[in-house]
């Protein structure tokens, strides 16, 4: 066993106290950048870049790694607590995991998504010490039709968040999918629906609109509500720790999103947010309890949590096997290896062992030290919630905008967040649902975008979606998450005895 | 005579302090609080270009207190816009290149870098034209004349519509004789798609900058069929596209600006820090580092060239069908 040989000489690097502690360092700094919104990954380290100049490659990559993870645990946090996420791969987390908090469950939330993390981070380490060189020759066979099929598949979630109402559903699902056409669109070079602004030229950003539907719009119901009715938000009923329920039913959701979560984020277009409605999906399809998706399940915070973390660690197999930077923060870190003059790449496995395997597993060691850090704190963060309400109101709002700005120091974004604010707020008067506008808009961009690829590569032949069998398998399965339970529904209702559901 | 204010005082202290730190300073007077801008965001080019300025000054002594600031957006107009119409307090510079002019004229851009002052020109990158390894096209001469027999059925994997890769392909399909409306140009989101496109076999051609490629080359995975800068790439053995009988050169600039309203004993000092740097031996060593070709021109020679490219990329663009 080769592979371990050299794991073990990677643990005996990254064990070193010096190590060590810059991967604690990493970790801290992950997981407080992870909580505030606008600031990610990338900027934190670009903005080390020069402060870690004079450190060994090992450390620094040592600490880069823990910042990575660290960011992916915390951006649930405020998910989970004040409905802000931070990071668009933990929008998911916030449509269950703050139902949960106002249940006063946000410790098992919280908690929940601390393991679910760690089990998927680990497990996708694994995958990544043992499978990369396999999981990136797969990842190549993605060529736009397949990357189209993927998309339509993962649309298919909008079922699972329409709510109660189809035409209000389908009308956010619109909202969402006409905010994703503004910008430049890049087959061509024009611009759309821009209204002549400069900054609308590269879209919407999809964090502020989440931040805007989320956390402004929902505060300000909660607070054009607060006269009227009783308070419903309690820090914390019960015990603070998960119950043997908690942990039967998220086991299973961890697992499976770690599953969809590393192969897709070492797809090079696949990132961290398709996965996570994947996961989604696939729990409420799967749950004894669909009923409670929306209004606080544990599957899906469970779920997409674990996705997330996983997909982080399937960034890192095309990073470390190809030099291939597949999201803006394994940009930086390729440009970090170009620093210290060292070529990631097919090479880099034998002509730098001890920083690829020190990396490899620093990993493993940032896992740890990250669940021993947030596990504790999920107790400590939701006394956030014992804050008076007109306070924690407002500390939202302002956490929010402040959030919205720092993304890209651009006061138009500001506009953006308010006026996606009013209209959260607007849709949660008239009872509209906020997430298949989320979906909408993350998803349509990345469709079309695929979908005209493809085309331009046949030159204009339509047959590639059905010719090339990864795309046509994954187009059939979306097709049958469709039609069955349409199918399923109508049996039943011209069946009322109940006789085709008594298997 | 009245008591000595407490303001006046401690401006008397400020101003012995400087003068202190000046006398005991070097030759070069370091530039103080430098403001970098860095228009697109963390990891790009001009990011990587602006931090590696950021060290190099920092390590010479140079200046300090030097800030990066980053606004993405807009082929880098946004970021162009909010450095014209922006207060400035500090000496500021900003970051330019190829793309940037592109991206003014794409996306119609009401402030344009005629409302900046150019400073210098620091250095360029060469793109590589690449095949998969299994591809039958050998050489840029099978690469052309399966152009030339159908255009539309080589599809070339390269950055956005507008950028340093489209306007080269453009530029080697005048060259090849064939229409440029009639390339089949796929866009994609930088470099690490382009790469992935190419090694998965979904586009015929993939352009991107060889320092981004180099690995996979070096390792076997993809074929080199030319470079398109002019001269070769040391410890690269890829012709250039002129000695594989396209007729085109091109390199991937980037330079500095400034703003029209900096005082000119700032721009002098910003100029002079510059020529200093260009000479040092960190900047060489930082430019060997990420395979940068050095081509530093000092303000009276990038102007005109910088005028010079506004023509060739707005004729580029015209001819390939994005601005009328």
């Known amino acids: ?503 | 005579m009245t008591s000595i204010h407490r303001r006046s005082f401690s401006k008397f202290m400020a101003v012995t302090a400087a003068a202190i730190m000046l006398g005991a300073g070097a030759a070069q007077a370091e530039v103080k609080g430098l403001e970098i801008m860095a228009p697109s965001g963390p990891g790009s080019g001009y990011d990587q270009l602006a931090r590696a300025i950021q060290t190099v000054l920092q390590d010479e002594k140079l200046a300090s207190g030097i800030q990066v600031q980053n606004v993405a957006g807009g082929g880098g107009t946004v970021g162009l816009s909010q450095y014209v119409t922006g207060k400035k307090r500090n000496p500021t510079i900003m970051i330019v290149g190829f793309a940037l002019v592109g991206g003014v004229l794409t996306t119609k851009s009401a402030i344009t870098l005629d409302q900046t002052t150019p400073v210098a020109r620091l250095m360029g990158e060469s793109d590589v034209i690449v095949v998969p390894a299994n591809s039958d096209i050998k050489t840029m001469a099978d690469l052309v004349a399966k152009l030339k027999a159908n255009p539309g059925g080589v599809s070339w994997a390269g950055g956005s519509i507008g950028g340093f890769d489209h306007v080269l392909v453009g530029l080697i399909g005048k060259a090849a004789g064939v229409d440029p409306t009639k390339i089949n140009y796929v866009v994609h989101a930088g470099g690490g798609e382009v790469m992935a496109s190419t090694l998965g076999g979904h586009a015929t051609v993939g352009v991107s900058g060889v320092e981004e490629f180099r690995p996979q080359i070096e390792a076997g995975q993809v074929r080199a069929l030319a470079i398109s800068a002019d001269k070769r790439i040391p410890g690269l053995d890829v012709p250039t596209l002129k000695e594989a009988g396209v007729d085109v050169s091109l390199v991937n600039w980037r330079g500095i600006m400034t703003h029209p309203e900096t005082r000119e004993a700032d721009k002098k000092a910003i100029s002079e820090m510059l020529a200093t740097m260009v000479k040092s031996p960190s900047w060489k060593a930082a430019l060997e580092k990420r395979g940068w070709i050095d081509t530093y021109q000092p303000a009276a020679e990038f102007g005109p060239f910088l005028k010079q490219q506004q023509t060739q990329i707005e004729g580029a663009l015209k001819e390939a069908g994005i601005l009328k």
């Open chain 1, 1 to 503: 066993m080769e592979t371990l040989a050299a794991l073990g000489h990677g643990f005996s690097v990254a064990l070193t106290p010096y190590n060590l502690l810059w991967s604690a360092v990493g970790v801290t700094v992950g997981t407080a950048i992870g909580v505030l919104p606008g600031i990610g990954p990338a900027l934190t380290v670009a903005l080390l870049l020069p402060v870690t100049y004079n450190l060994e490659p090992t450390s620094a990559f040592i600490m880069f790694a823990g910042i990575y993870y660290g960011a992916m645990y915390g951006g649930s946090t405020t998910s989970i607590l004040l409905n802000t996420p931070g990071e668009s791969g933990s929008i998911v987390t916030a449509l269950d995991g703050h139902a949960m908090a106002k249940k006063g469950r946000g410790a098992q939330a919280l908690a929940t998504a601390a393991i679910g993390s760690f089990v998927a981070g680990t497990i996708a380490t694994g995958a990544l010490t043992f499978v990369a060189p396999l999981m990136v020759k797969l990842a190549l066979m993605f060529g736009p039709a397949e990357y189209f099929a993927l998309m339509v598949l993962a649309l298919t979630t909008v079922t699972a968040v329409l709510g109660d109402s189809l035409p209000r559903g389908l009308a956010s699902l619109f909202i969402g999918l006409a905010l994703g056409l503004v910008g430049i669109d890049l087959q061509t070079g024009q611009a759309r629906f821009t209204l002549g602004i400069a900054e609308l030229l590269d879209g919407i950003d999809v964090v502020v609109v989440a931040v805007g539907l989320f956390a402004v719009g929902e505060t300000l119901f909660a607070v054009s509500r607060h006269r009227f009715e009783k308070e419903e938000m309690y820090a914390l009923k019960g015990s603070k720790w998960m119950s043997r329920e908690d942990w039967s039913r998220s086991w299973k959701p961890w697992l499976r999103g770690t599953l969809l979560g590393f192969p897709i984020g070492a797809l090079p277009a696949g990132g961290s947010e398709i996965p996570t409605f994947l996961s989604y999906l696939t729990e409420k399809r799967l749950s004894k309890h669909p009923e409670e998706f929306g209004h606080g399940a544990i599957e899906a915070v469970a779920g997409p949590e674990a996705a997330n973390n996983a997909s982080a660690a399937g960034v890192l197999a095309p990073l470390l096997a190809l030099g291939l930077p597949t999201s803006a923060t394994a940009a930086i870190m390729l440009a970090a290896f170009q620093q210290y003059g060292i070529q990631p790449g097919p090479l880099l496995f034998d002509s730098n062992p001890t920083l690829v395997w020190g990396l490899i597993a620093s990993l493993y060691i940032g896992n740890v030290l990250l669940l021993v850090l947030n596990l504790p704190m999920a107790g400590v963060w939701v006394k956030l919630l014992e804050i008076p309400r007109p306070w924690l109101y407002a500390g939202i709002l302002i956490f929010a905008t402040m959030g919205a700005y720092t993304l890209n120091n651009n006061l138009v974004d500001l506009v953006i967040l308010w006026v996606i604010g009013l209209l959260g707020f607007g849709m949660r008067v008239l009872n509209v649902p906020v997430a298949p506008c989320v979906v909408g808009l993350i998803l349509g961009p990345l469709a079309e975008q695929q979908f005209r690829r493809a085309l331009t590569i046949s030159q204009g032949d339509l047959s590639v979606f059905v010719t090339h069998p990864i795309a046509l398998s994954l187009l059939v399965i979306a097709a049958l998450l469709v039609l069955i339970p349409v199918i399923l529904r109508s049996r039943r209702a011209g069946d009322p005895e109940g006789t085709a559901i008594s298997h």
